[in-house]
């Protein structure tokens, strides 16, 4: 209880970006491997594809109807019954014994591995006033490695040993995750008492109740949603083509370049604690919109691709880091509803990018996603500025 008054240790907040990564991370195990689970079921490749969708169909429902509770339900215990659910969904995709088993284990698994974005609005409930932004950042950090080297590790431990090692060893790393977090993580009562119905319905209301999420998710959702997702896809197709070819494992390797901005995660979560959220976003917007302009006259050299995205991956992980630090500001109470909002809103813009990565490449291959995920950068920074511009009318 005491932390709960008295702020978040460094410690505490690493132990959480950790856990955060960890949970998220469950979500991409399978994505390297399709063509490989495919293959050891005697199913097509479109069958293989349904697996990643069964998985974020199961998050979706997860984050809108578990993640809100973090608001009425001690943390703690929500957070360790969420945990080892988790651990045996790992075990029951390990021990699938057929594809449409696979499907409904790894739904499963989507829906209850949502402990990162319960320990996202709880560091935000634990930070002391005017750190919120250094602690969202180093828990974002969390999120993001474990999505990078998620997919990494993924395809390297299945080209040794299958890949149903993956998910006992993830299982595995999952449970002891859980008893860590049982040990040190102190009581922290919910501060909301409402019915399950009133939780969910605050959920959508809330961007009705707080004008500013609008222009929060929007920016975020054009970003991330929207310009991160055309240019990752479309970076897979870039580089598993001619004239690189590369495979699942080396494609890993490039993708680490996006380890940039989770590494810079606590620095940029500072700016907001400094009074310098704004011009933050600002600049990593342009930044965003700079880098994908570059990349569309980069796609046949590897030293210019990695710089451009180690330079978007900053710039996306700083919009994502300020937007949820200032997201966290607008109440006290309703931090889960809030993150859970701004998830949803995240998935949903997502569906959206992966739609037009497919479109575009099929239209105009690596310029045509490049200039889209630039236009969708330049957006969201008019939309960022238009914002600035009305709020100093309303202070002056």
């Known amino acids: 209880m005491a932390k709960h008054s008295t702020g978040i240790s460094t410690g505490l907040a690493v132990l959480f970006s950790a856990a955060a990564g960890l949970s998220v991370g469950n979500l991409y195990w399978a994505q390297p491997l399709l063509s490989m689970i495919a293959g050891d079921f005697g199913a097509g490749e479109p069958q293989g ?56 284990a790894l739904a499963f698994l989507g829906l209850v591995t949502v402990s990162g974005q319960i320990i996202l609005p ?47 060893m993830a299982a595995v790393l999952n449970l002891a995750m859980a008893a860590v977090i049982r040990f040190r993580l102190p009581a922290v009562p919910a501060r909301s008492r409402i019915t399950y119905r009133q939780l969910i319905a605050a959920v959508f209301t809330s961007v009705k109740r707080y004008p500013a999420m609008r222009r929060i998710l929007l920016k ?71 880098s ?35 997201l966290f500001t607008l109440s006290d109470s309703e931090r889960s509803r809030l993150n859970t909002a701004f998830v949803v809103s995240n998935f949903l813009f997502s569906a959206a990018g992966s739609f037009l990565a497919s479109f575009l490449w099929s239209k105009g291959g690596w310029q045509a996603v490049t200039a889209g995920a630039a236009a969708a950068s330049l957006l969201a920074l008019a939309v960022h500025l238009c914002g600035m511009r009305q709020g100093r009318k309303r202070i002056f």
């Open 292 to 326: 994908m302009a570059g990349a569309a006259f980069s796609g046949n050299s590897i030293p210019a691709i990695v710089l451009a995205a180690a330079l978007f991956s900053l710039a996306v992980q700083g919009v994502g880091i300020l937007s949820q630090a200032q």
């Open 220 to 290: 975020q959702g054009l970003i991330f949603g929207i310009a991160f997702n055309l240019f990752w896809n479309a970076l897979t197709f870039l580089l598993s083509g001619a004239p690189f070819f590369y495979g699942t494992f080396q494609i890993g390797l490039v993708s680490l370049s996006g380890l940039t901005g989770a590494a810079a995660g606590v620095m940029l979560g500072k700016l907001q604690d400094r009074g310098l959220g704004n011009q933050g976003l600002a600049i990593f917007m342009a930044i965003s919109f700079a």
């Open 49 to 104: 594809v349904f697996l990643v969708t069964a998985t974020q169909a199961g998050y979706a429902l997860g984050i809108l109807m578990i993640v809100p509770l973090g608001d009425t339900i001690e943390r703690r215990g929500l957070l360790t019954a969420v945990m080892l659910l988790t651990v045996l969904a790992l075990l029951a995709c390990a021990s699938a014994a057929s594809i449409h088993i696979l499907a409904a």
């Open 122 to 168: 709880l560091s935000g409930d634990l930070a002391e006033a005017g750190t919120g932004g250094r602690i969202v950042g180093i828990v974002t950090s969390g999120i993001t490695v474990g999505i990078l080297f998620s997919r990494l590790l993924s395809g390297l431990v299945s080209e040794l040993w299958g890949w149903r090692a993956i998910y006992l």
